[in-house]
């Protein structure tokens, strides 16, 4: 009897520490930047015994997705015709004992595979951290082509009944949101839940999430600005902006990059910078030194009050010490949105995806004299000192 009761106070008091680390501690992914491909990394244990294991970060996909190859797998398989399976695709329909398959693609290369939907033992953040019964895919190897060599799979926080951020959310007790904040110093962050380390209410920005046939993450674009000058852009009603984090810079289709590009450079002219010669795939490229005078690009969203302005720190791409290029390129007429927002652009701005209002909000820490290097520390600070 007293054995029994002693089992009963650990599992009591273990449930109590699980309590307390959803309601106090940060659930949190590091974020670091793979030197050769720019692609942004994070980390995670998995089964078994949670070793830790490398994943490119994907904003848009819908799924924790592993290449077999990649890492020694150890979970249990879902059948065809389950809930999960019917959360993650619309054709639920098979045996009740068939293996339930998906879809994913890769971000880099674009190609599609078919992987298998598994459920295992992962831990967010830490080994205390840990969800058994964690859903993922685990694809073909094939999956990994184009991706860091140290990466053995692809993290996504696409919206998806079962992707990551519901099931982090959920397992924790959280709100339904997470916010990302990318740093040029390799020290960036995913934080689940509200964000009580940074004030930023009162300056954050919303704006409404396209609901989209895909899992991707779009806001409306109805006008772009430089210096606070409207450039005559043809713009349809769902004209949109895709944002994306792998992509390292911001892509637009020809019709806008050849507006920007006319607009940018006239303005750059009138403030006295000083023009030199295109660097690789960059255009428009100036002297370093006259960061300062670096116009500032609006783009405008459902209205003239809400906009994503770009700065010149995250506008410009310092190349070497003495030039500077602005980083926003063409992407195409196959563009999948009118802009795709790029890493670069990103950087140092707080972005929070509201998942349960269906809303994104963002505010410059550069203009705050912070940054995301900062908040990272914080969030670790905050786990260590529990």
């Not at 692609?39 to 015994?49: I, K, N, R, S, V």
């Not at 295992?120 to 184009?146: C, E, H, K, Q, T």
């Not at 140290?150 to 959310?169: D, F, K, P």
Request: charge should be neutral; include cysteine; charged fraction near 15%.
């Amino acid at each position: 009897m007293e054995s029994i009761n002693f089992l009963s106070l650990l599992f009591s008091i273990f449930f109590f520490i699980q309590s307390h680390l959803s309601l106090s501690s940060p659930i949190f992914l590091p974020l670091s930047i793979d030197p050769l491909t720019h692609q942004h990394l994070t980390l995670l244990f998995h089964t078994p015994q949670l070793s830790p294991i490398n994943l490119v970060f994907d904003l848009n996909s819908p799924f924790l997705s592993l290449g077999v190859s990649g890492c020694s797998l150890n979970e249990s398989f879902i059948p065809h015709r389950s809930i999960q399976c019917s959360a993650a695709r619309s054709d639920p329909s098979g045996p009740l004992d068939e293996r339930c398959t998906v879809s994913v693609k890769n971000p880099v290369t674009g190609k599609t595979v078919v992987g298998e939907l598994v459920h295992g033992l992962v831990a967010v953040n830490n080994r205390i951290s840990a969800v058994d019964g964690f859903v993922y895919v685990s694809a073909p190897s094939v999956l990994l082509a184009g991706l860091s060599n140290s990466a053995r799979g692809v993290l996504g926080l696409g919206r998806n009944r079962i992707g990551v951020a519901e099931q982090v959310t959920h397992q924790f007790g959280l709100s339904k949101k997470f916010s990302v904040c990318l740093s040029s110093s390799n020290n960036g962050v995913v934080l689940f839940g509200e964000n009580h380390l940074i004030e930023v209410s009162n300056s954050m920005v919303y704006t409404p999430i396209l609901m989209g046939n895909d899992n991707s993450y779009q806001i409306n674009f109805k006008s772009l600005k430089v210096q606070d000058k409207k450039l005559p852009l043809l713009l349809h009603q769902s004209s949109s902006i895709k944002i994306s984090t792998i992509s390292p810079y911001t892509l637009t289709k020809p019709e806008i990059y050849k507006e920007l590009i006319k607009a940018f450079s006239t303005e750059a002219e009138k403030t006295g910078m000083n023009r030199v010669n295109p660097i690789g795939q960059f255009e428009l490229c100036y002297e370093a030194k006259e960061f300062k005078k670096v116009p500032v690009i609006d783009l405008v969203l459902q209205s003239e009050m809400v906009k994503w302005r770009i700065y010149g720190q995250n506008s410009m791409v310092k190349v070497n010490d003495k030039v500077m290029c602005l980083g926003i390129l063409d992407g195409g007429e196959e563009l999948e949105a009118s802009i795709v927002m790029g890493s670069h652009q990103m950087e140092d701005n707080l972005v929070e995806f509201d998942l349960g209002r269906s809303m994104i909000g963002f505010s410059s820490l550069g203009m705050k004299k912070t940054s995301c290097s900062q908040l990272s520390s914080l969030v670790h600070n905050d786990v260590q000192s529990l």
